[in-house]
């Protein structure tokens, strides 16, 4: 009967029957697309909520009038049931930026398209809000109270208590009720995307356009930047992420003056309702209803959840100890173990080789510390080695290793800071001297302590020639 339906719309815009009929992959909503081409290639959509497509049709119209990069509804059925519109392609901005999100490295032509949607984004909000009738979105015309508590109920039900965790119902409703009152000081009359992030961003002739906007309402602009910047599977490290939103406030600084400093203590709170509003989703879609990409995307949910709370909300202190305890499940730390780095540092001695790497992953860095003054060439140091005190002494106080150590701790430090951001979990470092007793013992034991106390990894320290190994054990 569909198919009938969006066939006949074809045939009145162009005055000819579709050559060809596909159904598209399915996405996180009950609304289904068809591509009809023929004459012209265009998009059919089914949606059995009448209220949701009103909201895409006007919204849609409405954005265009604002030069506003959407696609054109073409026709709409009488029962309001069934639209065509324009086609745009197959090409999501969440598949252009592949590469990147599986590396974290993004390229300049990946970044310059961030740079184009996230700009476009206080355009959105505020030029699209002017005129706009609110009364058409659905299910709420405007971010209120109830949405919140929607949300955080989606999150408390459909992931939280499908976990099995324990937890006191009444004081994380109070801690709710908190985050509401925080969320609420930041009304505004601009237009809210809500679901603002790559999977609903189209890229046509190089240009990103709006796709999927059926559920904005009047909100505050700052939910819309932690949906996009805080994506769980876009996987932005932080240096993008910065850089992205210095992009979005030099263009919201156009419509409105922005204080800094309130600008970002209040995105904090927007991005950690926003991180549990997806979790609900996730666990709503990928857990009930069996969609294998929202069980894929928890754990990206999670790593972000864990990196908002090393920084505490003393607004909710509750909730806050319930999201570390969920973090800390056994069922989710498994899968964050995988991705953990261990860096193995080795000290060896040249004669007997350079050491292998056990991870297999063909070796990291090898610091030749020969050049530095040499204890072993003085009798009294013979019977030590390089983590007893008079041979820590003369090398201190000697001063050529803390200059050599100075240069190898900027490279490694650099790597470790990407092999972390990029999900990396295996990384060796290795010092040479000509006995493996004292320069290289000394560099080993330095950098082993100091990545453990610098970066919080786990590091497996071994001093070959000496039969010596140490753990220091990741900080959580």
Not at 28 to 51: D, M, Q
């Amino acid at each position: 009967m569909f198919t009938e339906k969006l066939q006949e719309l074809y045939q009145q815009y162009t005055g000819t029957e579709p050559e060809n009929m596909v159904e598209l992959p399915a996405s996180g909503s009950n609304r289904r697309y068809f591509r009809l081409t023929g004459v012209k290639s265009i998009i059919g959509v089914y949606g059995t909520c009448v209220e949701e497509n009103r909201a895409f049709v006007y919204m849609a119209a409405h954005f265009r009038k604002k030069a506003l990069p959407v696609p054109e509804v073409y026709a709409v059925s009488e029962d309001q049931l069934y639209y065509i519109q324009e086609d745009l392609g197959d090409l999501l901005l969440f598949k252009a930026i592949e590469k990147g999100r599986l590396t974290t490295v993004y390229s300049e032509e990946e970044k310059d398209m961030l740079r184009k949607t996230i700009r476009l984004l206080p355009v959105f909000q505020f030029a699209g809000a002017d005129g706009f009738d609110f009364s058409y979105c659905y299910p709420q015309s405007g971010f209120n109270e109830r949405s919140i508590k929607w949300d955080l109920n989606y999150f408390k039900y459909c992931f939280l208590k499908a976990t099995g965790l324990d937890f006191q119902e009444d004081k994380l409703e109070d801690d709710f009720q908190k985050m509401c009152d925080v969320l609420m000081r930041s009304a505004s009359a601009t237009f809210m995307y809500r679901d603002f992030q790559s999977r609903n961003i189209m890229i046509h002739y190089s240009q990103p356009y709006f796709i999927d906007f059926q559920g904005g309402r009047k909100g505050p602009f700052f939910y819309d930047v932690a949906s996009f910047l805080w994506q769980a599977k876009a996987n932005f490290p932080d240096t993008l992420r910065k850089e992205l939103l210095e992009e979005y406030l030099d263009v919201l600084n156009q419509y409105q003056p922005i204080d800094r400093y309130y600008f970002y203590s209040q995105l904090r709170h927007f991005v950690l309702f926003r991180t549990l509003q997806v979790l609900g989703a996730y666990g709503f879609r990928g857990y009930f209803e069996k969609k294998p990409h929202f069980i894929q995307s928890v754990p990206y949910a999670l790593a972000n959840l864990r990196s908002l709370l090393k920084e505490d909300y003393p607004e909710y202190p509750y909730l806050c100890e319930v999201l570390k305890n969920l973090t800390n499940l056994s069922m989710f730390k498994t899968d964050l173990q995988k991705r953990q780095l261990t860096v193995t540092v080795m000290s060896f001695a040249y004669k007997k080789g350079i050491p292998d790497d056990p991870s297999g992953n063909g070796g990291g860095y090898v610091f030749d510390c020969r050049a530095i003054n040499n204890p072993g060439k003085y009798d009294r140091f013979k019977s030590f080695i390089g983590l007893d005190e008079p041979v820590i002494k003369f090398l201190e106080e000697d001063g050529e290793i803390l200059t050599f150590l100075e240069h190898a701790y900027g490279l490694v430090d650099a790597s470790v800071k990407r092999y972390m951001e990029r999900g990396f979990t295996n990384l060796s470092v290795c010092f040479g001297c000509t006995g493996g007793q004292h320069r290289s013992v000394y560099a080993a034991q330095h950098l082993a302590e100091h990545l453990n106390e610098k970066f919080g990894v786990k590091v497996e320290l071994i001093h070959r020639e000496q039969n010596i190994e140490q753990t220091f054990n990741r900080k959580d």
